[in-house]
């Protein structure tokens, strides 16, 4: 499965590459006053208003301050669009030895994978947009 591969906090994550629509700079997030955790907001994308998720939120951190290495990803599922808040983005990589994610971690991972020796998560697309609904 050719992934993005990301950090966030202890984690080693990852999206599958086709749901990645674009990677952006830092910018600014408008806050959504009693938004539910992970949403923290909206960002103006090409004139598409897109709830913004905090996936140190998702994994029950702090919320991030968006530094210059920060970067928010445009992410499509089923015509639906979001923003992820990364505090890290790695690079592209082929995820070998995938598994499905053992219990309880199904909720927000979907599967486990390698990239050379590093266990890397693949991220819960499904639970991530329900928070949408």
Known sequence: MLVLRLRC??????????????VLPPAWIEPVEDAAPPLVGT???????????????????????????????????????????CPEVEDVAELESLAAAPAPHHER????GRHGEVQVQVLNLDRLFGHLA
């Open 9 to 22: 906090a202890d984690h080693e994550l990852a999206l599958p590459l086709e749901a990645v629509t674009e």
């Open 43 to 85: 960002l103006n994308w090409h004139g598409e208003i897109l709830w913004a998720v905090d996936l140190d939120l998702w994994f029950g951190h702090p919320r991030h301050t968006l530094t210059r290495d920060s970067r928010l990803l445009v992410v499509t599922q089923g015509g639906s669009r979001l923003v992820l808040i």
């Open 109 to 112: 991972i979907r599967a486990v």
